[in-house]
């Protein structure tokens, strides 16, 4: 029996979250749910470019929508800005007695330790009360920070520090609101943007740093934070708008767990709008952007990773990524016990479903993958 969804937002991760919950035949999608009043009655198959035909139109209210009764709620809307209303949804979706996976608020990737009990105990509660999850993941923060690193630190005889980069140019993406007014790009150098106000890298991603710590039997002394600007040498356009000469156009910043007084969890980005901006920051491993992890240890490991995607570019490989591990995470979490669950008591999230999947359901617009002993 299929498992009956709900989604919520068609952003950058959330239309393609939904394309994957319209095709793939594991879930039945049951409502969708925006925030744009332009997309209210839409089909889902239009709002996520699939081509296969849903009769399930697009809602702004959640409450009717949740009336539905599905067995799960994936929730791909930004959080950033909106924190309390997004927890106001989760709590909502929860109360419905639905299980929920969801993209943000990042915090609750693995809140103990960074959020205040007050903002924990009563999703816990919530959670136990109706028998459902709340399962949140991503890309970075999320999978690469979170299921590498113990991937491949299981193979060492010691580990002496993990070191997760991501080393992207993000001229391509065109979330505004994320690169102007989170990371603060087109701003003078040297004003403060939200992500680089005290504490705020630390609430993004102190949780998986927390997260490792606690699966590699660590006890954090502190979290520390730092960051740099770089300006733009003229002005140039992105997709998300023009970058001013003089104004932020690269950024570089670091969250470290430090352990004993030693700096054991490192979470580095260096993130650029043009790739010729500051050549002495790290470099990816791939045209446009990678990630890596890096185990220092015995054996020691450098693992860089390169999205891509037939599809788009880096930064829509990155994002897909997000996506899948989100919605293939369905399964696991409907199973899993009551709570705010994490990776660190959740089963191993495999492919299973994927390779099942017939390909005939795919859209045109997919190319069909051949059998890979035709080579």
């Not at 609750?108 to 960074?114: A, E, M, Q, R, V």
């Not at 891509?308 to 989100?326: E, F, K, Q, V």
Request: overall charge negative; aromatic content about 8%; glycine content about 8%.
């Amino acid at each position: 029996m299929s498992i009956r969804v709900l989604h919520v937002a068609t952003g950058n991760v959330g239309r393609i979250a939904l394309r994957q919950l319209v095709e793939d035949p594991r879930f039945e999608l049951v409502g969708l749910v925006v925030s744009d009043p332009d997309k209210v009655g839409k089909d889902a198959a239009q709002l996520c470019d699939s081509g296969v035909a849903t009769g399930i139109r697009a809602t702004s209210d959640l409450s009717a929508a949740l009336e539905l009764k599905p067995d799960v709620v994936s929730y791909c809307a930004l959080a950033e800005m909106r924190f309390f209303d997004a927890l106001e949804d989760l709590k909502a979706c929860l109360s419905a007695g639905a299980n929920v996976v969801a993209t943000s608020p990042v915090p609750y990737l693995y809140p103990w330790g960074t959020l205040p009990n007050s903002l924990v105990e009563p999703f816990e509660a919530l959670c136990a009360e109706q028998g459902v999850s709340l399962f949140v993941t991503g890309v970075d923060p999320g999978w690469v920070n979170d299921m590498l690193p113990f991937a491949i630190a299981s193979t060492c005889q010691y580990v002496e520090q993990i070191v997760c980069s991501e080393i992207a140019d993000y001229a391509s993406y065109d979330g505004a609101p994320v690169l102007f007014d989170v990371m603060g790009f087109g701003l003078p150098v040297g004003e403060v943007a939200m992500q680089f106000k005290p504490g705020m890298l630390t609430a993004a991603w102190g949780p998986s740093i927390r997260q490792l710590a606690t699966g590699f039997g660590l006890e954090l002394d502190e979290i520390t934070e730092w960051f740099e600007q770089e300006a733009a040498p003229e002005d140039f356009d992105v997709a998300a708008g023009t970058i001013a000469r003089g104004s932020v156009a690269a950024v570089r910043f670091r969250i470290t767990g430090i352990a004993a007084g030693k700096p054991v969890i490192v979470v580095d980005h260096t993130t650029r709008l043009r790739p010729d901006l500051r050549p002495d920051w790290p470099q990816p491993a791939q045209d446009g952007g990678s990630y890596r992890v890096e185990v220092i240890g015995e054996p020691s490991y450098v693992v860089d990773v390169c999205p891509t995607s037939r599809l788009g570019d880096h930064n829509y490989a990155a994002i897909a990524s997000a996506a899948g591990r989100m919605v293939n995470a369905i399964p696991v979490v409907l199973d899993a016990a009551p709570g705010i669950r994490t990776p660190l008591d959740l089963p191993f999230i495999t492919a299973d479903g994927i390779f099942a999947t017939s390909l005939s359901n795919r859209t045109a617009t997919t190319p069909q993958i051949g059998n890979r002993w035709d080579a």
